[in-house]
Structure formats: C-alpha cells, structure tokens
C-alpha cells in the first residue's frame, strides 16, 4: 500500500507492505530523497532528520535548504554539484549538460516498459514520480512497484522528450540508492566459463568500487547483482539490501562511499557504449532492477529472492519432470541419424522424455570451425531428415529437442555471402574479431530480427520441434552496426538485447508449447532477463556434477531450482577428469531438471540399474528437487571440494541434499543444523518423530564415509 502525505516543503510517499516500507520524500518541493528501506513501519516519523548543515565544498541553489551533494537522492544528476556518481547524463542539442530535473508531480497508474522483460505485476502496487528539466523540457519518470508479499521492490525510469528538439541520454540508470549505514560488506558473484558464479565478499571501501559488464551480454564475469550485506551477516543472520538488475547485456553496477560515510548504489545498463539519441515526443525506458531487504541472512535472501522470480518472473512451460537425453558429450560434431535413433532407444530405456541433438546437425559444422547462420539439415549426417528423428522420437512419446544458436555467422556462411552488412563489426574496414570462430548478427536490425524468427519458424514447424537449446558461445566486440548513421551507433547495443528479447517474445507466443533452454556455453547469460523469456537454464559446461553442484548452490542465492538443468555425465569427467560414483552424479545431477550426456551403451548393466533407480527417485521427490525453494545449510563455496549442504524446503516435505566434499580421515558423525524448518511443527525423519525446533538446532546426523565426494540425501516429512 502506498501513503502519500503532504509537508511544508514537499510530500511524503511510504510504500509499505507488511514485511517492507520504503520512503520516498521530496524536500525544498524538488528532490526526489530516500527516508527509509527496512522493516515494515507502523508509520514514518522522520527519527533520522536531514542534514541540514552547511558544509564546507557543498553545492546549494539559491535560495534552496539542502545540498544535493548530502542529501540522500533517489537519482541524481551530472553536473548539478552532487559530485558522487550519477545516475543520469543528458545533453541537450547544443550538446548542454541538463543539471537538474525536478518533481512535479506524482500518479499511481500500473505501468510497464514496453518491450523489456519485467515483474508480472499480478499483485502490487505502482507509484510513478514525474521529475521536469524546465529547460530542456526532459521528463524522468521514476517508477516504484512495490510487491504486496515480499520484502521486494522493483525500479525502473522512463526518460521522456515533451520538447521540440532532441537531447541525448549518454547514461541512464535504472535505481539509484543512497543508504546511510556504512559498515557493510558487499557480496556479488564473478567467474568465467566453466566456472560461473563465484562468490565474492569484501567490505565496501572509502571511493567507488564497480561490477559491470561490457561484453553485450550479462557475462559470467560479473553478475548484475550485488547485496550489501552486514560484517555478520551469515546464513540466518544479518540485514542485506539486494539489487537484481533484469537485463541480459552490458550493465554496470557502482557503489560509492561518500564522505559523510554514505553508501551510494547505482546500477543501470553499462554507459560506455551507450548514447541513446531521444527524439522529440519518444520515450526511452530503462531495464528494471529489483531490490529486496531482509534482516535473516543468505537464506532469507536466497529464499525471497527465488520466490520472487518463480512468482513474478518465470513462466515455465515444463509441467512434469523433463528427464532430457543431450548428444553434446557422447557424439559432439559427429551427430548422424544413426547415433541419433540409438539415442531415442537409450532415452526410452532410461525413462528420458525429451532428447535433444545437440550442435554439429547442419552443414558444414564439423567442428568448431565450422559454419554457423545457414541452419539447413546435413543431409550426409542426417539423410532422411531430422523430421525422421523427430518422427521416431515422437512415436516413443520422447520429445524432440534441437540446439542452435541463431545470434551467431560465420563467413563460410551463404548468409554472410548475401548480407555481409549483417554482422556487427565494420567488415570492409578493420579486421574481424573472431572468438570460437565466429561473427555475431546484428540483432539490432529489424531485418535480421525477421530473418531469424522466419528461419526458426521453418525449422520448428518442418521437425515438429518442442525444445530449442538457444545457445550464445561469443561476447559482442565491436558493437558497430553497418549502414546507420553515426548517431545510431550509440544504441547498438541496447536494442541487440531488444531484439533478442523480440525474437524469444514472438517465437514463445507463436509456439505456446515450446520449451526453450537459455544457454551461453553454460552459464554466460543466466540473468533475470533471461529467466523471463526461456523455460531452463544450461547454467554451465561444467558437467562434473560435484563442480556444477557449487555453481548451481550459489545461484540459487537468486534464482530457483526449476530454471536449472543438470546432465548426468561420464566418469572420469570430460572437463576436469574427476572420477565420481554413479550415486553422486545422480544425484548432485537431480537439483532443477535432470538429464544425460553421455553414451548409454558404454555403462554397465549394474551402472544403469542404479541409474534407473536413482531416477525413480528423482521423479518421486520431483516436486522438492524440482519445485521447492533450495536454502543453504553451508556457507556459499568458492570450491566443490568443500561439504555443501542445502535444504529444499518444500510445502511440508523437505530433503537435505549433502556433499561431503574431499575426505578426511576423521570418522565421526557431523550435525546439520536445518534452520529453516517451521518451529511450530512436528517433523519425521526415517520413522522417528522429531520437532522442528530440535531439527533447527540440534540438526540432522551426517554419518562418516569412507572416500572423496560421497553425498547424502535426508527426507524430512513434514
Ligand atoms: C556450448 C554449450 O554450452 C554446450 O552444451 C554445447 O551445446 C556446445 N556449446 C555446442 O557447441
């Protein structure tokens, strides 16, 4: 619910549900200033007064009470004296930095930033705040959804030109927030291929420190993401204040300590190739960031989080468990027809339901080098078709799952030899940046948003597809489109994401059962964005199940276990060598969606047994490995050689799923406190009757084993 009240010099806006208020107060009738973000308020009495003070080096207009360069500001300006870093740059046509927008007016309408992906406000409530540059008749729009359940909030703002000659945006954040607590840590998380989702905790020094993105994609070198976190904050204590940015390409995420200590968080799409030229009458929108309190530690955030995108963002397409069969690692780029339909014979031995041809299907794609942007069926690999696998697939009620990776040329490519001005880059002039090989469309272009959509029609109607696996294996470099004016080029990049977001949108509402996979050679664009257009997420290559397990607790600080899928693989590993039992890549595998990669026949006929079984067992705790919310019972690890413990904690049901990492030759049992069980109830584990508070505190056994990397699955019923 939102609280407007009115004061001597301005209004008071208290957006509070019942686990959050969050206060918004215009002071001297013109800025825009944060009062408050924590614990739901019975009402706002101002205990924390402005400061008021005249301080040496501050900046005040004529006649105005406060400064800009103290006073806590929702966003700021460049250029108009609050030095710290700004949430927005704007020249007017005479290339005049705008210095200053100012509220004017507020309304509670629900909005929604036309083609961006954003919270499905089913339940929540909306506040818009109207600033005006009088000059240069820019309008900016700051937009508030609070969620009516969660300790959550959503930012976004909308630059407006009401005047008759352009202005150019050259940043535009999405939130900015100035908090007045200073001793805080920041947690984010940082990694490479393979390797996604470290974490990473240091204390917010005096200066800037900065996460960003310059790669056009989310990356997964930074994650748009960062909580500032209490120096004691664990896994069920310490307040955090979280920022979720929903965009899938360059961003930047700034955190400032001021000199009278307070902490400035900024995070928008990443300026640095960004000059978004705004016509008269046109509006520019900028991705939202969603932000979230809690004062109970990493698993009240890692819950609220997760609830947050399973409610709001999410719409999944996959109803019952999706147990996939994937090519990549038992045949790589030597897929025919052939190894093809032994795999639908070994998908229904197993019990998959879906199989999916990986890369190498379609001409000249033989390796690495091979072509990329043609995507026509190898008909030396595939003589009848893939239409004939898809058919035998089909009849064995198996569904039919194809990869491609439509963002992606290469020059070998017909389609390069007739649209050469397609790719990005500058292709008469400089040198080509190749990485795997490859050149990346322009997805900026509305022809080549056409195409793709048209080309990827074809092949899902002609091979009755039901699962794309849309894979994105290079960064952007250069992000120059060909043929546009040199005033274009500063919005390159943001309508790349744009256009991707279009050709996902059309292709999910032409198709209303497909299942799409976002991958980006694993983990390299895994973001909220993302998560709102596709279905499942590859969130990394690593397929050594211990390796993949680290990444995949970690990111569940943020995002659910229904959006991962896990492939059991072979032993030793294809990536790091690691030799693991079967019992443990099932079932470190059967977090989020399970699924194969690798060649059946070459198991044991007790490996496949075992495997049958553990997959039974998948499928009865579905709705817990699949459905549930996945807390941390170990602290995040920079290392899948730890003991990493969590509790998916379903409605009543919930199962421990334990790691225990390297061995030692210590044999004693370990307790697991289960902290997150409802206190008030009364639980089983095996046949005996235990309390939750007893389950919370005094924990579950972990008994000693012998050997590395044994894992541990506990029941709880509730
Ligand atoms: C990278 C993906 O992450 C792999 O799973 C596989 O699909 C390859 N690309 C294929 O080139």
């Known amino acids: 619910m939102i609280k407007v009240s009115k004061t001597e010099d301005g209004m008071i806006f208290n957006l509070s549900n019942q686990k959050v208020s969050y206060v918004i107060q215009i002071v001297d009738n013109k800025f825009v200033t944060n009062r408050y973000f924590g614990p739901a308020l019975p009402f706002f009495a101002e205990s924390r007064d402005l400061d008021e003070g005249h301080h040496a080096f501050a900046v005040y207009e004529e006649g105005n009470k406060f400064s800009v360069s103290n006073l806590p500001l929702e966003?700021?300006?460049?250029?108009?004296?609050?030095?710290?870093?700004?949430?927005s740059e704007v020249r007017d046509a005479d290339n005049l930095p705008l210095t200053f927008a100012k509220y004017v007016s507020y309304d509670e309408e629900a909005v929604h930033p036309d083609n961006l992906p954003q919270l499905r406000s089913k339940n929540g409530n909306f506040l818009n705040l109207y600033l005006k540059d009088e000059t240069t008749s820019l309008e900016v729009i700051l937009h508030y959804f609070l969620l009516d359940d969660l300790a959550g909030l959503v930012r976004w703002v909308t630059y407006k030109n009401t005047g008759s000659k352009s202005l150019n945006i050259e940043k535009a954040n999405s939130l900015q927030l100035d908090i007045p607590d200073t001793d805080l840590n920041m947690l984010s998380f940082y990694g490479t291929h393979a390797n996604e989702?470290?974490?990473?905790?240091?204390?917010?020094?005096?200066?800037?420190?900065?996460?960003?993105?310059?790669?056009?994609?989310?990356?997964?070198?930074?994650?748009?993401?960062?909580?500032?976190?209490?120096?004691?904050?664990?896994?069920?204590?310490?307040?955090?204040?979280?920022?979720?940015?929903?965009?899938?390409?360059?961003?930047?995420?700034?955190?400032?300590?001021?000199?009278?200590?307070?902490?400035?968080?900024?995070?928008?799409i990443n300026e640095d190739n960004f000059d978004w030229k705004l016509e008269p009458g046109t509006i520019f929108n900028t991705p939202q960031a969603i932000l979230l309190f809690g004062q109970n530690g990493l698993g009240e955030m890692s819950s609220l989080s997760q609830q947050i995108i399973k409610d709001y963002v999410v719409e999944s397409r996959i109803t019952k468990p999706l147990l996939t069969l994937n090519t990549w690692?038992?045949?790589?780029?030597?897929?025919?027809?052939?190894?093809?339909?032994?795999?639908?014979?070994?998908?229904?031995?197993?019990?998959?339901?879906?199989?999916?041809?990986?890369?190498?299907?379609?001409?000249?794609?033989?390796?690495?080098?091979?072509?990329?942007?043609?995507?026509?069926?190898?008909?030396?690999?595939?003589?009848?078709?893939?239409?004939?696998?898809?058919?035998?697939?089909?009849?064995?009620?198996?569904?039919?799952?194809?990869?491609?990776?439509?963002?992606?040329?290469?020059?070998?490519?017909?389609?390069?030899?007739?649209h050469p001005d397609w790719i990005l880059g500058i292709n008469s002039l400089r040198n080509k940046l190749y990485s795997r090989n490859q050149l990346v469309l322009d997805l900026s272009k509305i022809e080549v948003q056409d195409h793709l959509i048209e080309v990827l029609s074809k092949l899902i109607e002609e091979n009755q597809i039901d699962y794309l696996k849309w894979d994105f294996n290079r960064q952007l470099a250069p992000t120059f489109s060909q043929g546009v004016s040199r005033d274009v080029q500063g919005k390159v990049e943001y309508k790349y994401v744009l256009g991707l977001y279009h050709i996902l949108e059309t292709l999910r509402n032409k198709y209303p059962k497909l299942i799409i996979e976002n991958c980006a050679s694993g983990g390299g664009r895994v973001d909220a964005g993302m998560l709102y257009y596709t279905d499942q997420t590859w969130i990394s290559d690593l397929t050594d199940s211990l390796g993949r397990f680290r990444i995949l607790t970690n990111m569940a600080t943020l995002y659910p276990l229904e959006v991962f899928s896990s492939h059991f693989s072979k032993s030793p590993n294809e990536q790091d060598g690691r030799i693991l039992p079967v019992e443990t890549r099932m079932i470190l595998s059967s977090l989020g969606s399970l699924g194969f990669e690798l060649d059946l026949d070459k198991l044991s006929s007790s490996e496949i047994d075992m495997i049958k079984e553990l997959k039974d067992w998948y499928v009865d705790n579905y709705y817990l490995l699949h459905d549930s919310i996945c807390l941390p019972l170990t602290p995040l690890r920079q290392n899948a050689t730890d003991t990493i413990g969590v509790l998916l904690k379903g409605k009543s049901d919930s199962l421990v799923i334990y790691s225990y990492g390297a061995t030692d030759a210590v044999h004693q049992p370990q307790y697991l406190p289960l902290k997150y069980l409802d206190e008030s109830r009364i639980y089983y584990v095996a046949d005996r009757k235990i309390s939750g508070v007893e389950l919370n505190y005094a924990g579950v056994t972990i008994p000693p084993v012998m050997g590395d990397f044994r894992v541990k699955a506990i029941k709880i019923f509730g």
């Open 75 to 87: 966003y700021s300006f460049s250029q108009n004296g609050d030095y710290r870093q700004c949430s």
């Open 197 to 268: 989702f470290v974490p990473s905790v240091k204390p917010i020094p005096d200066g800037i420190e900065e996460i960003s993105s310059n790669r056009g994609s989310s990356s997964p070198q930074h994650h748009p993401f960062v909580a500032l976190i209490d120096k004691h904050f664990d896994l069920n204590h310490g307040n955090f204040v979280a920022c979720n940015l929903m965009w899938s390409g360059s961003f930047k995420i700034g955190l400032e300590k001021d000199q009278s200590n307070q902490i400035r968080l900024n995070a928008g």
């Open 329 to 418: 690692e038992s045949a790589y780029f030597d897929i025919d027809e052939k190894k093809s339909l032994e795999a639908v014979d070994q998908a229904k031995e197993i019990g998959a339901n879906l199989l999916v041809i990986d890369d190498g299907w379609f001409e000249n794609r033989n390796s690495e080098d091979g072509q990329l942007g043609d995507w026509i069926v190898d008909k030396d690999k595939f003589p009848n078709t893939l239409q004939k696998i898809s058919d035998v697939a089909h009849q064995n009620k198996i569904k039919f799952g194809l990869w491609i990776e439509p963002e992606m040329i290469t020059t070998s490519s017909k389609l390069f030899h007739k």
